[in-house]
């Protein structure tokens, strides 16, 4: 009876419904765009956008403007706007961050921790320190930092500084520490500086301590810069060499240099 594509939005949510608990759901549950149903289903589209609005308000499946439709519940608004910020940020900007608000934090540390926190900042100076593979270091490190903002005792601050934790331990900083371990990682130098950091804490001196942690950071960040601008200039001397034989087999009158 029907000439065109079905129209028919029962039947489309019922093929939906059949697809959305199937197993072999792409692995972030991102369903297929509605053309691509009504393709599969062989139903007009807007039966498959009325479809999709009843699952949408049984909770089944969730939206997010420019991204697609989900399986699942909608995680919280604070957490979908992490996961964004987190797209959307490089490591320079992070360490720009880092560099502005962990110092305050050392500050506020030498001021408020306990002396059982010191001790545990201690002891994970000493993890950090004994850590021999980089996935491991910076796990400590993470930690040790951490221990510093928490013991700044104030939880906002603290929000703020596991926001940028929480970018820290995406996946997209596999290739960042891949990087930071290409460019020679200083153990010792690092190792030093957190002893420094601790040592200004604990002897409650909090001008001494937000320096100290200015000084670690910003030898992580002049670091980063020469990882990835070596990444750059590996990148960039392929490409001139190949141009470069371009430009010689073109014209023989390109001067050597
Ligand atoms: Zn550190």
Known sequence: MATGPNDNSNYALAKLREYIQAPNLAKDGRLPTERAFAETFDVGRRAVRRALEVLESEGLIWRRQGAGTFV???????????????????????????????????QLAAMRAKPAEVERMR??????????????????DGSLHRQIAQSAGNKLFLSIF???????????????????????????ASFEQHMAIVDAIAD???????????????MHQERLIRATSLGFQEEKAAEDSAAKSVDEADNPLTPAS
Do not use: C, F
Request: avoid cysteine; charged fraction near 35%; hydrophobic fraction near 40%.
């Open 204 to 218: 409650r001196d909090p001008a001494r301590a937000g320096e100290a942690m200015r000084q670690h950071l910003l």
């Open 123 to 140: 002891a994970l100076v000493q993890k950090t320190g004994e850590s021999t593979d980089a996935d491991a270091k910076e796990l400590w």
């Open 162 to 188: 596991d926001v940028v934790n929480r970018i820290r331990q995406d996946d997209a900083w596999q290739s960042i520490r891949e990087l930071a371990r290409r460019s020679g990682t200083n153990g010792r």
């Open 72 to 106: 699942g519940e909608k995680p919280d608004d604070w957490s979908a706007q992490v996961t964004e910020l987190v797209a959307g940020t490089d490591i320079m900007e992070i360490m720009e961050v880092r560099l502005r608000i962990e110092p305050q934090l050392a």
